[in-house]
T-cell receptor
Framework: ELKVEQNPLFLSMQEGKNYTIYCNYS?????LYWYRQDPGKSLESLFV?????AVKQEGRLMASLDTKARLSTLHITAAVHDLSATYFC???????????FGQGTRLTINP | KAGVTQTPRYLIKTRGQQVTLSCSPI?????VSWYQQTPGQGLQFLFE???????NKGNFPGRFSGRQFSNSRSEMNVSTLELGDSALYLC???????????????FGSGTRLTVV
């Protein structure tokens, strides 16, 4: 059974700092997603990573995928308060037509 | 381009009742999947439909069922509601053929179900 684990689960950081969220998964997959969720809201798609070595960047967020290590990272650069949210990674397994989500990382950015 | 539409947004039901939730996918998307989100269990897969066929089902009791219509709209039904069914129910829409490079999942705003 595929397991997806994120760490840390909670992260409180100061504005202007850099940090990384890690997402490990237990079974081979070629497709990984990052989502953002604000309190009481739905999931907003951030990145789709399709192959080993994929790197995508949008503003202060950068995501990467290492399929050999079964690891994805979400790096936050010079954090700002607006990035406070819960971030989920999810793995898509060929043939299963479903996403398996990590537990989520609740990120709080303090002024 | 309209997004994924879920109705209703909020529901309050009594234990033992049943409920039906609706999801209209993005135009042209043929796959609809459903997820349950709770503080304790996180996001869990319920089922997925493509062209009116259920292709996969998660580990939920038979009280949870769904269907998809010819226009790709989907409904999920929960019968004999229990307190533990209180959750945010999210549906996700995708094109369907996984081989497409832009294959991805777009989520609706969700239906928040409270069982009292």
């Amino acid at each position: 059974e595929l397991k997806v684990e994120q760490n840390p689960l909670f992260l409180s950081m100061q504005e202007g700092k850099n940090y990384t969220i890690y997402c490990n998964y237990s079974t081979t997959s070629d497709r990984l997603y990052w989502y953002r969720q604000d309190p009481g809201k739905s999931l907003e798609s951030l990145f789709v990573l399709l192959s080993n070595g994929a790197v995508k960047q949008e503003g202060r967020l950068m995501a990467s995928l290492d399929t050999k290590a079964r690891l994805s990272t979400l790096h936050i650069t010079a954090a700002v308060h607006d990035l406070s949210a819960t971030y989920f990674c999810a793995v898509d397994i060929w043939g299963a037509q479903k996403l398996v989500f990590g537990q989520g990382t609740r990120l709080t950015i303090n002024p | 381009k309209a997004g994924v539409t879920q109705t209703p947004r909020y529901l309050i039901k009594t234990r033992g009742q049943q409920v039906t939730l609706s999801c209209s996918p993005i135009s042209g998307h043929r796959s609809v999947s459903w997820y349950q989100q709770t503080p304790g269990q996180g996001l869990q897969f319920l089922f997925e439909y493509f062209s009116e066929t259920q292709r996969n089902k998660g580990n939920f009791p038979g009280r949870f069922s769904g269907r998809q219509f010819s226009n790709s709209r989907s409904e999920m039904n929960v019968s004999t509601l229990e307190l533990g069914d209180s959750a945010l129910y999210l549906c996700a829409s995708s094109l369907g053929p996984r081989g497409l490079a832009n294959y991805g999942y777009t989520f609706g705003s969700g239906t928040r179900l409270t069982v009292v």
